[in-house]
């Protein structure tokens, strides 16, 4: 029963929130920030902690996780309490408690309609995920649970490499082993609190940045969060890409700090935890997948940019003319005279740019060095994450009018998008567009993701698709996931200019009536006036009081209709019905059918622990180590191999006339073949992949007595080495 992993999914709220709360609460971050803004931060201990406890040469666990988290607080609390300027740090409060508790109520709705989706896709809490990357991340939560070993670095050689980012692993194998459950069931935990609690609280902050809604518009931004075709919606039935999961979850959060830093100054006159809070919430993004890093830097880049730009031209300003800033132009400016120079050309402009960041104040030359930093940082970034294109098989299939329409209004990949969504996104569009200062935030936060999710979908091959998409695979399935990171903040701000706009409206017409009404009592006398007055004042005192209750009844009943309509929508409750597909746990299963799994768990029983199995991945192999902690040949399909493995894999079932073959084996060992059922996974072609050794075995094959047989799976001792 679902209730059976309640204990992984409290187990796991309180990893992703406790010790990043504990460092921000002691940066002076207001609580209700540093409970949203949290994840990201534990995700960065988490790794501080296996760091710690790999060079300690120390058996990783919550304990060392209890160690870098006293330490990062410590290291915080003498900064913040045993230096000057720590006494003097301001309080960081983006997200004000009274806004948090508007958010709340809305998500608490939101719960309570989508959670049975949720786990309606999830089948059962036994479940895998049937899909391809699957077989290596279940494996590297057991890896890491078997050895206690949690560094990038030792994830990374699992797929022979130097690096991995294993946030999600580190927080997976924790849940797992401090709640006691199954792997199935821990990984169901961590991905309900990931999707359900972390994703909408990380939108939260950024809702708050870009747009800074009204009542209504937070009450609904709960159930806002999980109606989109993006994200979550779009990685569940595909991939199941679990640190893309976790790291888009919180890359919102980062967008936020990054955003707000850019329209704050006064975040830089505490330079040292603005430091602290960007890397922290940096490595902890980054972690989960880099990918999420840099779609947060994206998301914000358009806002930073601007914010330089009117920067430098008001601190330019300022620097000419102390007595305040004006328009009017300097003598000589623009009209080559003056300096001799001609300012209307490149370089006189930008000869005239860099003497006036030199006229600046220091504080002003130094917000303008930050805010360039992120700019020129973002973009090299930008450009050089791009892992190599040749395992991303993903093309354009739709237009560019298509895929711009669909980025805008709320779409992703052809997929059916709610009419309310896009009447809201419509609406944040065009508010957006046509308003001024700060009302232009949502759309300029929404300019990254769109470009990218243009390129993966429309773009024809190009060298400048993989540049711009490259870092996300060029797919168009986590380029549209990202996108939903920006068109949730787009739709509030829509639902929040569709509300001013009736206010107004409503405000011009009670003024029309009220004038024809004061016309109409023009002839009173004077007492029948003063009684008029007191009564008008009573009532405008508590005007503000009695509005605040209408608007969060009225909230709280349009979160639940909102929330009611997206639940029982044939299309959105189809999603998770078609989701399901790749949890369930049947004979056409790609990875494990259920006679695999009675194997797997008869398996300890006819293996010793000191045995090393030789198995093929594309049949699901691979997974003998996670469920049975036996070491297994190959943990991954695609594993990089050695010439002698490739020779091992081709012609395995002739060991008992080949002594090649057992040259390629483990010495002195048990060793066992694991036969599993004919269904590849993805259709392999076993000629291909090279694993035709594996066929064709039986029982009557020299080298090889059978021990085990559930259905269709046959377990033999390899006895010819």
């Not at 949720?118 to 089948?123: D, G, P, S």
């Not at 330019?316 to 209307?344: C, F, L, V, W, Y």
Request: glycine letters at 8%.
């Amino acid at each position: 029963m679902w209730t059976d992993v309640i204990p992984g999914v409290i187990v796991a709220l309180v990893l992703l929130i406790a010790p990043g709360a504990a460092g921000l609460l002691c940066w002076r971050v207001h609580w209700p920030t540093a409970l949203v803004a949290a994840p990201p931060v534990s995700l960065a201990l988490v790794l501080l902690s296996g760091l710690l406890a790999r060079l300690a040469d120390s058996w990783w666990g919550v304990d060392w996780l209890v160690i870098a988290t006293t330490l990062a607080v410590g290291v915080v609390a003498l900064l913040r309490w045993a230096t000057p300027w720590g006494r003097r740090i301001p309080r960081w409060s983006p997200l004000p408690a009274l806004a948090a508790g508007q958010y709340l109520m809305g998500q608490t709705i939101a719960w309570l309609f989508m959670t049975p989706l949720f786990l309606t896709a999830f089948v059962e809490p036994t479940t895998i995920a049937q899909r391809y990357d699957n077989a290596f991340h279940l494996n590297a939560i057991s890896a890491i649970t078997r050895t206690g070993q949690a560094t990038p670095f030792d994830t990374g050689a699992l797929l022979r490499g130097s690096i991995y980012p294993n946030g999600w692993h580190s927080a997976a194998a924790l849940v797992q082993q401090l709640s006691s459950l199954e792997l199935q069931s821990a990984v169901h935990a961590l991905t309900l609190v990931t999707m359900l609690v972390v994703w909408p609280w990380s939108i939260w902050l950024l809702v708050e940045v870009l747009a800074r809604p009204g009542t209504l518009a937070r009450l609904i931004t709960g159930p806002l969060s999980l109606a989109f075709a993006g994200y979550p919606a779009v990685l569940l039935d595909w991939g199941l890409v679990y640190p893309t999961i976790l790291g888009l979850a919180v890359a919102p959060a980062m967008a936020a700090l990054f955003i707000h830093l850019a329209l704050d100054p006064e975040l830089l006159r505490s330079p040292v935890r603005t430091a602290g809070l960007i890397g922290l919430t940096g490595v902890g993004v980054g972690i989960a997948h880099p990918s999420a890093a840099l779609s947060a830097l994206i998301i914000a880049l358009p806002i930073v940019a601007v914010a330089l730009v009117r920067h430098l031209r008001a601190s330019r300003i300022m620097a000419r003319n102390p007595a305040g800033p004006t328009n009017a132009p300097e003598p000589g400016e623009g009209t080559g005279q003056g300096d001799g120079r001609n300012s209307s050309s490149l370089a006189g402009r930008l000869s005239a740019t860099i003497r006036g960041v030199r006229e600046m104040p220091g504080p002003a030359q130094l917000r303008a060095a930050v805010l360039a930093i992120v700019v020129v940082g973002s973009l090299i970034l930008w450009a050089g994450l791009a892992p190599s294109t040749a395992s991303a098989p993903w093309v354009p299939f739709q237009s560019t009018p298509q895929a711009l329409g669909e980025a805008f209004l709320g779409g992703a990949i052809e997929r059916y998008t709610l009419l309310v969504i896009t009447l809201l996104s419509a609406a944040g569009l065009i508010g957006s567009a046509f308003g001024r200062g700060r009302d232009r935030l949502p759309l300029l936060a929404m300019l990254g993701p769109v470009i990218v999710y243009w390129a993966s979908s429309a773009v024809l091959v190009a060298w400048w698709r993989d540049l711009l998409s490259g870092f996300m695979y060029r797919d168009s399935l986590r380029t549209a996931a990202m996108l939903t990171v920006t068109a949730v903040p787009l739709a509030i701000w829509g639902a929040q200019c569709t509300w001013d706009a009736a206010e107004r409206l409503w405000a011009s017409r009670r003024g029309r009536k009220r004038t024809a009404s004061l016309r109409s009592a023009s002839g009173d006398g004077a007492e029948g006036r003063a009684g008029g007055g007191s009564r008008a004042a009573s009532s405008e005192a508590s005007a503000p009081r009695s509005r605040a209750v209408i608007l969060t009844v009225a909230g709280v009943l349009v979160s639940t209709v909102l929330a009611w309509h997206v639940s029982s929508h044939p299309e959105v409750r189809q999603r998770y019905y078609t989701a399901a597909e790749a949890y369930r746990t049947w004979d056409g299963s790609e990875m494990l059918s259920p006679t695999e799994f009675e194997m797997l768990e008869d398996l300890p029983e006819h293996v010793p622990g000191d045995a090393y199995v030789i198995s093929d991945p594309w049949e699901g192999g691979g997974l003998v180590y996670a469920f049975t902690g036996r070491e297994v040949s190959r943990l991954y399909m695609t594993l990089s191999r050695t010439p002698a493995e490739r020779y091992l894999d081709d012609n395995f079932k002739h060991i008992a006339f080949d002594p090649k073959i057992c040259g390629t084996l483990p010495e002195d060992r048990p060793l066992y073949f694991l036969d599993l059922e004919e269904l590849r996974i993805y259709d392999d072609d076993i000629e291909v992949s090279g694993f035709e050794g594996y066929e064709g075995i039986t029982e009557h094959t020299p080298g090889f007595d059978l021990v085990h047989q559930v259905g269709d799976t046959y377990l033999y001792e390899v006895t010819a080495c």
